[in-house]
């Protein structure tokens, strides 16, 4: 049975990018050896940071004065490293779902962190409207996609203050103005390559001015001055990155991957939106064309579970929805098909007829 992946990260990669990375594994360059087994300071390596860097900067068109590294840890990390280098007092959130509520969490061990709107107390089933960025903070911080609850901030907006943002769930899904931004960072597993790899463009001269002694491996500069190379880097990641980068390349880049996320995006929420057995769980503008979240309508709350089995039966894989909120999610990024989601939308009118 073929089997259609629609898991929130680690999520689906492109099958070409799958392929030429176990190649790799197996022997790469032809050295004999596993690129599991290289060194980092390998010859045939630095090549793999130094294209990948570029094809990053190509394709989201990044200005010069921006460095683009490599780190581990995770955006989770990030939540830490970002008020790191650039908090010097106070800093702003917007409180968007879980994720930058946990971003607002690290950030207070570092300065005053002010939350300048937030929907959680509509279990975050919109991006709040009409705040207003206080001037007098050393940046805001921002969430674009929500991977849990199914929200997106699909824009580039426009503050009087540094701008940084947690791309991690829909980086390179659509064009960035990157000059917009004084730090965007990810974690790649979603729509840049496998699990281990964190991408972190960031101003260069921005850094270094918290007047903060930074311990080595949390100051972005050691990071930037070293090419990703002050300690080892995540070899098979990278490659994997590579090798996405070069796929998204090839099919378009930026702007068509945005084209066929809303492809796939207007598809499936109008059968959402058509079947009486479900709907949909936020406010039709901030839906996520990421990561697709719905429910059973209340009077079918009892077919949660038979549907579930029954799109499994189909070879849906990864669409039961956060432990955290139930119901049902599926993740179509970059990598996501036509085919996977007309496959998901064929079980839930078959499974209507049924009921």
């Keep these: 049975m073929k089997k259609y992946n629609f898991n929130a990260g680690p999520s689906m990669l492109p099958r070409e990018v799958i392929e030429n990375t176990a190649k790799q594994i197996l022997d790469f360059n032809g050295s004999g050896l596993s690129l599991m087994e290289i060194s980092h300071r390998a010859k045939d390596f630095q090549p793999v940071v130094d294209e990948s860097v570029a094809l990053i900067k190509e394709l989201l068109n990044i200005p010069e004065g921006y460095s683009v590294i490599f780190l581990g840890g995770g955006a989770s990390l990030q939540f830490c490293q970002v008020p790191c280098n650039f908090l010097v007092k106070k800093a702003a959130y917007l409180n968007t779902g879980t994720w930058a509520k946990k971003a607002m969490k690290e950030a207070k061990h570092f300065g005053e962190v002010v939350e300048v709107a937030s929907s959680a107390d509509a279990n975050y089933t919109f991006i709040p409207k009409d705040w207003a960025c206080p001037t007098d903070v050393d940046y805001l911080h921002i969430t674009t996609n929500n991977t849990i609850y199914g929200t997106e901030i699909r824009k580039d907006l426009d503050v009087p203050v540094r701008l940084i943002a947690d791309m991690s769930s829909d980086i390179m899904s659509r064009p960035v103005d990157v000059s917009k931004y004084d730090c965007i960072y990810a974690g790649a597993q979603k729509n840049m390559s496998m699990a281990g790899v964190?991408?972190?463009?960031?101003?260069?001269?921005?850094?270094?001015?918290?007047?903060?002694d930074i311990p080595t491996m949390l100051d972005y500069r050691t990071h930037v001055e070293k090419g990703s190379m002050f300690n080892t880097p995540p070899v098979v990641p990278i490659y994997s990155l590579l090798e996405n980068m070069r796929w998204l390349k090839k099919n378009g880049g930026v702007e068509a991957a945005d084209k066929r996320a809303h492809e796939r995006a207007d598809a499936l929420y109008t059968e959402i939106d058509r079947n009486k057995l479900f709907r949909g769980t936020v406010k039709e503008e901030d839906r996520s064309v990421m990561n697709l979240c719905f429910v059973m309508n209340d009077e079918y709350k009892e077919l949660e579970k038979p549907f579930l089995d029954f799109a499994t039966e189909r070879g849906m894989v990864g669409i039961k929805g956060h432990r955290s909120v139930g119901g049902f999610r599926a993740s179509c990024y970059n990598?996501?098909?036509?085919?996977?989601?007309n496959a998901l939308i064929q079980a839930m009118k078959d499974?209507?007829?049924?009921?």
């Design 351 to 355: 499974f209507e007829a049924q009921h």
């Design 198 to 212: 964190t991408v972190i463009i960031v101003k260069d001269d921005v850094l270094g001015k918290t007047g903060r």
């Design 335 to 341: 990598a996501q098909t036509m085919e996977g989601v």
